[in-house]
Every structure is written in structure tokens, then in C-alpha cells.
């Protein structure tokens, strides 16, 4: 089965601070994403990786980095943390070749006070 | 445009009812493919099923099925006798053909089903 897991599932940041939020995948997937989830809104994607040290800007990467150093690992890095980045964080894989789908992580919950 | 849409916010039946989420798609590309994914309270995005849109056959998974309409671009999911295990949120989602890697979602169904 794919693995996809995620450093923490609840974490509680002040403003200001810098936050990394880390996915590890154990499928040798090339692919690698970070969501963020909303109420109303859905998922909406930051950024994505296709392969080490590759990255792309998503539909809303205003306040975000990343960092993709292994295969297997694909960082989320929230430089100076703010309350509206409150929100449910996702991380999922996939790999490139033949199937489609993104495998996803069980989520971090991020509230910034 | 790509874009996706669940008019249905939350849906509420009770056990063993039949249910249906509605799953309407933009896109102009003749290549793309549909996701659903189910939302189960503990996070995780838990993947059903994937369409392609060249394969228009329905689909029948257990109590799961989904029908795909071209014509009125619709790629809908029915529960048959839905159970209490199939509280949830439900992601509709469509993906380009090509190299893209991005997966437009729905803002998704709440499905509660009430003993």
C-alpha cells in the first residue's frame, strides 16, 4: 500500500514564526504536492514537485516555499506565519508513469494564533 | 477554464437510503480524467475511482457506482443502501491530459448518514 505520512497532525504557531511542515512518502513516487484546505473551498494547491530539487508554483504559493532535497521527502516551509494561514495542510504523491491518482497524507491542522 | 462543481454542500440520509452527489465539470480539453475521493473524519483523502474521458461506461463497485455523461458533463456517485461508515466528505476532481500534474477540485459534499 502507498504511505504517504505527515510530521504532525495538529500544530499550534505564532505569528511571525517559521513553520515546516514535513511529507515523506515510501512509494519512490516522483510526484509530490502540497494542498491547503478550506471550508467552501476545497483543496487548493501551493506547490508541487516532480522530481528532486524540481518545483512549481500552484495556484496559491503567496506566503509559501519548499523544499524537495530526496525523493521521498517534500517540505512545506511557511517563512513568517500568519493567522490567515490557519488551515487544514495535505500533502499527497503520485507516481508519473501509468495510473493518475494522488495518494494523500492524513493531514496537519495548523492554527496560527 | 477547469473548473468543478458540487452544488450539494451537505446531504443528510438515513441508513440504507440511497444517495446521490452530484459532480459537474468544466473544461475544453477533449483528454481529462475524473477523480472522487472520500474524506472519512480522521483526514485522510481516500481515492475511489478514476474515469478517463474516452470511457464512458458506468461503473459498479459494491454498493459504489458512478455514472459518467459526457453530454451534460456531469460525473455523478450514487451510494446503494448507505451505511454509517459512509459519513463523509466527497471530492469530486478532473485533471488534464498531458504532462499537467494539477488536480482541480470540487469544494466537496458532506455526506451524513444517521443510524
Known amino acids: 500500500d502507498v504511505k504517504v505520512t505527515q510530521s504532525s497532525r495538529y500544530l499550534v504557531k505564532r505569528t511571525g514564526e517559521k513553520v515546516f511542515l514535513e511529507c515523506v512518502q515510501d512509494?519512490?513516487?516522483?510526484?509530490m504536492f502540497w494542498y491547503r484546505q478550506d471550508p467552501g473551498l476545497g483543496l487548493r494547491l501551493i506547490y508541487f514537485?516532480?522530481?528532486?530539487?524540481?518545483?512549481e508554483k500552484g495556484d496559491i504559493p503567496e506566503g509559501y516555499s519548499v523544499s524537495r532535497e530526496k525523493k521521498e521527502r517534500f517540505s512545506l516551509i511557511l517563512e513568517s506565519a500568519s493567522t490567515n494561514q490557519t488551515s487544514m495542510y495535505l500533502c499527497?504523491?503520485?507516481?508519473?508513469?501509468?495510473?493518475?491518482?494522488?495518494?494523500f497524507g492524513p493531514g496537519t491542522r495548523l492554527t496560527v494564533t | 477554464a477547469q473548473k468543478v462543481t458540487q452544488a450539494q454542500t451537505e446531504i443528510s440520509v438515513v441508513e440504507k437510503e440511497d444517495v446521490t452527489l452530484d459532480c459537474v465539470y468544466e473544461?475544453?480539453?477533449?483528454?481529462?480524467?475524473l477523480f472522487w475521493y472520500k474524506q472519512p473524519p480522521s483526514g485522510e483523502l481516500v481515492f475511489l475511482i478514476r474515469?478517463?474521458?474516452?470511457?464512458?461506461q458506468n461503473e459498479i463497485s459494491g454498493r459504489y457506482s458512478w455514472n459518467f455523461q459526457k453530454s451534460t458533463s456531469s460525473f455523478n456517485f450514487t451510494i446503494t443502501a448507505s451505511q454509517v461508515v459512509d459519513s463523509a466528505v466527497y471530492f469530486c476532481?478532473?485533471?488534464?491530459?498531458?504532462?499537467?500534474?494539477?488536480?482541480?477540485f470540487g469544494t466537496g459534499t458532506l455526506l451524513a448518514v444517521q443510524p
Open positions: 473544461t475544453r480539453d477533449t483528454t481529462y480524467y
Open positions: 474515469r478517463n474521458s474516452f470511457d464512458e
Open positions: 476532481a478532473l485533471r488534464r491530459g498531458g504532462a499537467t500534474n494539477k488536480l482541480i
Open positions: 512509494m519512490d513516487h516522483e510526484n
Open positions: 514537485s516532480y522530481d528532486v530539487k524540481m518545483k
Open positions: 499527497a504523491s503520485r507516481r508519473t508513469a501509468g495510473g493518475y491518482e494522488q495518494y
